[in-house]
């Protein structure tokens, strides 16, 4: 089984920690959750990660944080397998935060825009550095929220609306969590929840995950000497493959029904149809042992990655679920 390639967006401020965020998950990744590893297709970009990863773990002082990114847009591939199978690709966009700023006329929001539309999971990057306290209207410009929600908006428009039964994932990654973790769990959802209401509203077909991380709660005193200890950054990437599996597994279903029933149907006629269509029946009938074996294989992976969100808040069309298989 390997499912179509993906691409993903991350959208976030300049500040916000997408490339930190990315070294860190990438790094954890790589040693695998549950069997689920996630690798460069790449050789020479997998060196690359590893090296600014093992910076910002070994070295000390400013320097150990990644630089604001210069260029237009970075474009990372990966394959999220298991068992070292791979399940499905990943294309991860990077790009300078600046762009959330910028006149739509701009190259890189153009580009931006265009990515967005071509994607199949949106990632919403936000500070807890601006969580520390309840959120005020300076909040919403500090993280931008208003400029993410117009993104989104721009992805409405131009493709497909989300729909109950072909919903859309959103991950809200609060990233710097050590930084606001001091807070009630649930007023910062609530929080973030005001932030983006829109993908709160019933019957919206959103399935949005809000998922704290950190690079480890000694940040908060000094963070340019602190060790590093990454956490939860591999849930939102086990969410988009979680999302892409589930969706799969009900076109899956829904394939699997119609063949169920076109055996019914041969074998409620009478004996001399039957006969003239057994070469159709049995390839019918094993076409669905086939269907059967491959349902059972995504409902497997979906049961290994749905017990790693279990400690994360998930919501579908508003209101908060579980991730089931």
Not at 41 to 47: A, E, F
Not at 200 to 223: A, H, Q, R, Y
Not at 278 to 283: A, F, P, Q, R, V
């Amino acid at each position: 089984m390997k499912l179509e390639d993906i691409k993903i967006t991350m959208l976030g401020t300049t500040g916000a920690g997408k490339t930190s965020y990315l070294l860190g998950m990438y790094a954890v990744m790589q040693t695998g959750i549950q069997g689920f590893t996630l690798a460069a297709k790449d050789m020479d970009l997998d060196l690359e990660l590893t090296e600014r990863w093992e910076k910002l773990i070994s070295v000390t002082g400013a320097d150990r944080w990644p630089t604001p990114n210069a260029a237009t847009m970075e474009y990372y591939g990966f394959d999220f397998s298991y068992g070292f199978r791979p399940l499905m690709g990943f294309q991860w966009l990077d790009y300078r935060g600046l762009a959330l700023s910028d006149r739509s006329t701009e190259q890189d929001v153009a580009d931006l825009v265009e990515y967005l539309t071509e994607s199949q999971c949106l990632f919403l990057s936000i500070s807890g550095e601006h969580l520390v306290d309840q959120i005020t209207p300076n909040t919403v410009r500090e993280i931008k929220s208003d400029r993410m929600n117009q993104f989104i908006q721009q992805y409405i428009s131009i493709t497909k609306k989300p729909t109950t039964q072909n919903p859309f994932p959103v991950v809200i990654v609060i990233t710097k969590y050590d930084l606001c973790h001091h807070r009630d769990k649930n007023e910062i959802v609530a929080d973030v929840k005001k932030l983006f209401q829109a993908l709160f509203t019933p019957n919206s077909g959103w399935l949005v995950m809000i998922c704290p991380v950190s690079l480890g709660k000694e940040l908060c005193d000094d963070p340019d000497n602190a060790n590093i200890v990454p956490v939860n950054v591999h849930l939102p990437m086990v969410f988009a493959a979680y999302a892409q599996l589930r969706a799969y597994g009900l076109k899956l279903k829904a394939n699997r029904d119609l063949q169920i029933n076109s055996i019914k149907a041969i074998k409620q006629t009478n004996p001399i149809v039957q006969l003239l269509k057994g070469s159709e029946l049995k390839e019918q009938t094993i076409q669905l042992q086939e269907s059967e074996t491959e349902v059972i294989t995504v409902e497997e992976n979906m049961k290994l990655l749905s017990q790693e969100l279990q400690q994360v808040s998930l919501y579908f069309s508003g209101s908060e679920v579980t991730a089931d298989v």
